[in-house]
């Protein structure tokens, strides 16, 4: 399929599923991309550029590496680039990306590989549904020290446009992948890793990080309905951040954030911290 | 002026500025915004109504609720409802409201009301741009018990529809008002409280919050640039969140809820908290 056909494809899910593609627009997420594809952890597939790119010195020296490395990169007129661009200032330049598949057993690897003792965190969106507030988790889990991302069944699609965008990179660098509730649960109990959900009703999360273990997954529900029935049933805790009467609830990024930091490795601990 | 065609205007900021007056659509935000009203915190001007709002017992129970209490209601077409709406999904129902306008002494009212040594928490947004990252921020503040919201020059209008959205019911409840950088500095030096501002190169605010004074500032920037040069000349202290280098920084909003958390008044905190 020609370059630009397949770009303006992927903007549907059911083609990123099949294709087994995403996409990625502007200097900044493609430098990102880039710097994650020398890296090994993303294989990039093709670019296109439009004559706008070449309108700044970085968008010029981004044109020239993504060349550089051997990628197929396709000249096309602004308008035909419009017509693939998921933003309408989109600089110029998007690039394709095989999507990196991750079986369940990448949880394992950062569980085998810490030192004993050494706290490992695992998040779990079971839900969430907004793009941005997706993106904005991967972005404060990668920043937080989370080891890997599970996304179950009804979150969004974490390599649509948008929570690429969102993401600011973090997905480039952040191992994620999809499972069912029971494999999860199967994998999660066998890897002796106890689940805490984030729930209005549970105890304070700053009492309970005090107990935390050093092996620990978190799920986030959705937006509107929270924890699904399933993954509430497996959480041996449930931990909120508490509030004022005045919302009823935070959303959703803010919550996985408080709870991600509360929970953070030792490494992002000061001298001082409690 | 025509209720349908001064809400068709006030989607224009200079409108809203004109006018003294914003829009809330949506049946839950339109309850928060008639609970606010009941309380005396917002004074209501009319209502536009379509049809679609009747289709649920909640929508009937709110559009009752609206004309119950004297409020212009005016029932119109559902097309020309969405020719005033901000959504593609506005449920039918939309509140025009006067804008509450808060002097700069507001700012003075939590401090004085204040027990000795109880933490007062102000909130100064300088020149965060996104609506939605505002709304957030707007929402985590009130739930985790920050007194007031400040907007510096640059800062998104606090009173468009898709901050009055994100932030769910927060704007009626969270007295916020825009003031220079100098009448700020001015007003925070004569009642003796610190500012404190959000930049990477800070300290990590764990340890800065032992020594939070009761009444404390807190400064958060734009979503590139961060703190202007004249706000960040007046911070006694720079607080970070400390990150993994995977990502380059924090959403503001993330950011701005975890320094919030971290330096959050003793009621929302446990026995057990640090």
Redesign the interface.
Known sequence: MRLLTLARDLRRRKARERQGLFVTEGVRAVEELLRAAIAGRVTLRGALVAPELGETSRGAALHAALGGNGLPVLEVSGRDFLSAADTDAPQGVLVLAEVPTHPLETLAAPLAAARPGAEVRLLVLDGVQDP?NAG?IL??A????AAAVAALPGTVDLWSAKVVR?A???LF??PTLTVTPDALAAFLGEAGVPLWGAAGEGE?V??AA?EAPPALAVALGNEGHGLGAAVRAGCTRLVS????P??????V??AA??LL?EL?PA????????
């Open positions: 941005g904005t972005r404060a990668a920043g937080l020290g969102s600011m990179g973090a660098h952040l304070p700053a009492g005090a951040v508490p509030s004022t005045l919302v009823e609830s935070f959303n990024a803010v954030s408080i930091y953070r490494a992002l601990r000061g001298p001082r911290d409690g």
